[in-house]
């Protein structure tokens, strides 16, 4: 193995990335907008917390056709858990719990998929075979997912070079998890079936940063079809990682490009560390051929200790185990990730398979503070004879918990000395990441014969090309020309609303500065003002935009225009206060001024900028605040010293 060691992330160079062998891959899941489920007819994006039933599974694994166990499957197994459904009886039906056939392949979900795979430069595949994708997790209660292939082979630019895409499927979402403690399990199932797609790159990506960036290229490409979901939870992000002589790693469901780079950056950093302990292992002579560990029951000798973690155990009558790990002596404390070390991969096992989920849920040996005394230590060791040369790890709970987490501990140990295991990671809010679960088999998928195969037609392909939007860089391109802020450029290239300024720029002669700023920036404002923004759709934002074009509203009425019609759900011009015609504005500005008198503000060397506030606040929105401005200072020439 060379000799490098980690930097911190800041100081990490593009060399030193391509020194480890740093490689990474993307699998981007993406909800589509549908009003339907993908294989029912329940709607799509019905989120509730309320439910009409509740239902207990069990997952239990069964022999494959190839006589094997799946990895995973059998983790789940081991962790007896009672999964829970929350059932709303709005967004679910009996096709979701297996009780019916699947319905006919949602049709927009297909042409939507359609779009995105052109726009990766894809093929389009002829014929959809339907498989199952088997999910031993419980956040699909029926065991399995249907997904089928809808293009392949595809490129997307980036830098000098092109990104090579893999594929692209249709699949159903899966349920959305409420709780995880102990042996239960909670989902609530209304986000089940629910259409999205997975696209998945080869490992082009060298650095941690081009992860990222390229992540984003990707997701800006299916945004500017304004056809799918955004907001939390629409688009999750897979992340696999290797380096060289290290393991293809998945780090799942990372919630947000930006954590990318730190994660991919700790994961590589694990992988190299693990590499190194397999080293160090190797010249203590522990291979997997001599690796060697021994289990015993200590309650009896810690039952009087005072760490507290123990004694609570002692009082509800748990048991204690003691594993010691021959020759494997400070390597507990040998570090993996930014401030994490093994003994967190071991911890994070048992927490996981064993369900020892309150923390700590181990000690060891190699770092005795604060836990139980050096005379505790020594009687223990004592007990089991282990040697100077050992770590001991314990861990406590009911005693079938325990049993399950003292062979994790040993077999997390063992792993040590082939490298790094192949399971996948979640994405800690740390930018570290800890184990999540085995990775399951290649013998996952299934053929499904529930619904024949489908054939994709010519004419489908050709409605579809006929309407593909232009790439959100080459729109980037024609917005800098128009000189829309640098800010706007890209939200404004990838915005559902990108046609609708096309349109306001060209037909109704919109200055584009401010098209952009109505389309983009104003409902970003609304939004902080908690105003919620979705409920606009494209026509309001368009009658809008019409009726300033037209001169029905200021510029300075956009915005209220705006907030009004969220309110009311629809824009509708006479519902707006009518504009300012400047013979009315003279009147107003009369009336305003007798009032600032009746309440004696007057002699005051800032009286016009007193009097220009008050009439604006009775006319914002109805006319130009310029107008305004004028009219009041031609009113205090024309009356002297007001
Ligand atoms: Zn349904």
Same mark, same amino acid.
């Given at each position: ?176 998890? &409420? /709780?995880?403690? +102990?042996? *239960? $399990? ?10 999205? #797609?997975?696209?998945? %790159? ?38 696999? &990682? /290797?380096?060289? +002589?290290? *393991? $293809? ?10 954590? #990318?780079?730190?994660? %991919? ?12 302990l397999r080293e160090e292992l190797k010249k203590r002579g522990i291979t997997p051929e001599t690796f060697s560990h021994k289990t015993e029951n200590i309650t009896r000798i810690l039952r009087k200790t005072i760490y507290q973690p123990l004694a609570n155990a002692m009082n509800e009558d748990k ?120 990775l399951p088999g290649p013998e996952r998928m299934y053929p499904d014969t529930d619904l024949p195969p489908k054939r994709i037609s010519d004419e489908r392909i050709n409605r579809i090309k006929a309407h ?175």
């Amino acid at each position: 193995m060379i000799d490098f060691t980690f930097k911190p992330f800041n100081e990490m160079t593009d060399d030193d990335y391509k020194l480890v062998g740093f490689k990474s891959g993307l699998e981007i899941h993406q909800q589509l907008y549908t009003d339907r489920k993908l294989f029912c007819r329940c709607p799509a994006g019905l989120y509730n917390h309320n439910f009409d039933a509740e239902i207990l599974r069990h997952m239990r694994p069964t022999l494959s056709e190839l006589g094997e166990y799946d990895g995973t499957a059998l983790m789940e197994f081991k962790t007896k858990k009672d999964i829970i459904y929350h059932i709303n009886r709005e967004s679910v039906c009996t096709y979701e719990m297996d009780d019916t056939p699947p319905f006919e392949i949602n049709e927009q979900a297909l042409d939507i998929a359609i779009e995105i795979g052109m726009l990766y430069r894809c093929s389009i595949i002829d014929e959809i075979h339907i498989a199952r994708k088997q999910y031993l997790d419980g956040s699909i209660p029926t065991g399995f997912q249907r997904t089928f292939i809808i293009s392949v082979d595809g490129k997307v630019p980036y830098k000098d070079r092109n990104i090579e895409i893999f594929q692209i499927s249709i699949e159903e979402d899966s349920c959305r998890e &409420v /709780s995880d403690y +102990g042996h *239960t $399990r909670v989902y609530v199932a209304d986000r089940l079936g629910m259409p999205l #797609i997975e696209t998945v %790159t080869a490992p082009d990506m060298k650095t941690p940063v081009e992860v990222a960036e390229v992540g984003k290229i990707l997701s800006n490409i299916v945004k500017s079809t304004g056809k799918v979901r955004t907001g939390a939870g629409a688009a999750r992000e897979d992340v696999n &990682v /290797s380096i060289e +002589g290290g *393991t $293809r790693i998945e780090i799942k469901g990372v919630p947000s490009l930006k954590r #990318i780079p730190l994660l %991919t950056y700790n994961e590589a950093m694990r992988q190299w560390n693990l590499l190194k302990l397999r080293e160090e292992l190797k010249k203590r002579g522990i291979t997997p051929e001599t690796f060697s560990h021994k289990t015993e029951n200590i309650t009896r000798i810690l039952r009087k200790t005072i760490y507290q973690p123990l004694a609570n155990a002692m009082n509800e009558d748990k048991v204690v185990y003691a594993v010691t790990l021959k020759g494997f002596k400070n390597l507990l404390n040998w570090q993996t990730q930014t401030e994490t070390y093994f003994s967190k991969e071991i911890s994070d096992r048992v927490r996981v398979i064993a369900c020892l989920n309150t923390l700590p849920n181990i000690i060891h040996s190699d770092s005795t503070a604060e836990t139980i005394s050096i005379a505790e230590w020594q009687k223990v060791k004592k007990t089991i004879s282990a040697t100077d040369e050992d770590t001991v790890v314990i861990v406590w709970g009911p005693e079938a918990d325990v049993i399950t987490a003292s062979k994790e501990i040993a077999i997390r140990a063992k792993e040590a000395t082939t490298g790094v295991p192949s399971e996948t990671r979640q994405a800690l809010k740390d930018g570290t990441t800890g184990f999540e679960r085995i990775l399951p088999g290649p013998e996952r998928m299934y053929p499904d014969t529930d619904l024949p195969p489908k054939r994709i037609s010519d004419e489908r392909i050709n409605r579809i090309k006929a309407h593909l939007p232009e790439l959100y860089w080459e729109k980037e391109r024609w917005y800098r020309e128009l000189k829309v802020p640098e800010d706007l450029i890209e939200p404004l290239a990838v915005s559902r609303l990108t046609g609708l300024f096309s349109k306001a720029v060209k037909e109704w002669k919109i200055d584009p500065k401010l098209a952009a700023l109505v389309l983009i920036q104003f409902p970003k404002r609304l939004r902080r003002m908690k105003i919620n923004f979705e409920k606009i759709d494209e026509e309001v934002f368009a009658g809008i935009l019409k009726a300033y074009s037209h001169g029905l509203i200021e510029r300075e009425g956009i915005f209220p225009a705006m907030s009004f019609a969220i309110r009311q759900g629809i824009f509708d011009l006479d519902d707006l206060p009518p504009p300012i015609e400047k013979e009315d504005l003279k009147e107003i500005i009369m009336n305003a001024n007798a009032e600032l008198r009746r309440n004696k503000i007057h002699n005051t060397n800032k009286y016009d900028v007193i009097l220009t506030g008050s009439v604006m606040n009775k006319v914002r929105g109805r006319i130009k605040s310029s107008i305004v401005i004028k009219s009041v200072a031609n009113f205090a020439k024309e009356h002297g010293n007001v």
